[in-house]
């Protein structure tokens, strides 16, 4: 597969990235349910979803580092699982970008 040489058009980089990675780029891993009070103004929806999903199993805080929700969104893409990024924009202990999704690592955090 050959992806478009135009400005917009994403790059394709491989690299080797194990379980342990995904479990150093989290600053917590928890429960979505278990995790987020069902505040609609806590998490604000940051992908193309139009709003956000209660399917999820797992919520993992990443900080304000986009470059962990592209590794890790990159990780659950090559492995084959959805998820949703969104914001916590209230919690003090979890400000930043939140990765939520059905993939479960129990060391992560």
Known sequence: MT???TPDSPSVIVMA????????LCQDGQP???????????FVVVDDAPELADHWAR?????????????????????????QIVHDDTDITHAGYVVLTNYYIADAG
Do not use: C, Q
């Open 3 to 5: 992806t478009p040489n």
């Open 17 to 24: 990235m194990s379980p342990s990675d995904f479990s150093r």
């Open 32 to 42: 979505w349910r278990t995790a987020a009070p069902h505040d609609p103004h806590r």
């Open 59 to 83: 919520a993992y805080w990443v900080g304000d580092n986009w470059i962990s929700v592209m590794l890790i969104r990159s990780y659950l893409e090559a492995r084959g699982h959805k998820f």
